[in-house]
């Protein structure tokens, strides 16, 4: 059974930091793409970023390009978010996901998701 679980997140002042984390179990994923999505109150899911298999390839939403970071350990099967200087409409749940086929902005083309964390930023 694959899982996804992820950790990290919380809630932060703006201009804060945090740092998610997703382990994969169940299946390697290191031939395929990671990434995040979240999804703020109110409204659909949306591409964060990507990596690709890798590691040397990302992609991020015009809205946190400069701020997040994603990265990958294959051995681990691992995919962190690390975000930075972070502002109140950052405020959403994150998730983690594998294995696109696709266009990774879109999320029905990722296979595989983790549990979703919350992460909040007070003004």
């Known amino acids: 059974q694959v899982q996804l679980v992820q950790s990290g997140g919380g809630s932060v002042q703006d201009g804060g930091s945090l740092t998610l984390s997703c382990a994969a179990s169940?299946?390697?994923?290191?031939?395929?793409?990671m990434g995040w999505f979240r999804q703020p109150p109110g409204k659909e899911r949306e591409f964060v970023a990507t990596?690709?298999?890798?590691?040397?390839?990302?992609d991020y939403a015009d809205s946190v390009k400069g701020r997040f970071t994603i990265s990958r350990d294959r051995r681990k099967n691992t995919v962190a978010l690390q975000m930075k200087s972070l502002k109140p409409e950052d405020t959403a749940v994150y998730y983690c996901?594998?294995?696109?086929?696709?266009?990774?902005?879109?999320?029905?083309?990722?296979?595989?998701w983790g549990q979703g964390t919350q992460v909040t930023v007070s003004s």
């Open positions: 990596i690709d298999w890798s590691g040397s390839i990302t």
């Open positions: 996901n594998a294995d696109s086929s696709g266009d990774y902005r879109v999320s029905s083309s990722w296979r595989y």
């Open positions: 169940g299946r390697p994923f290191s031939t395929n793409p």
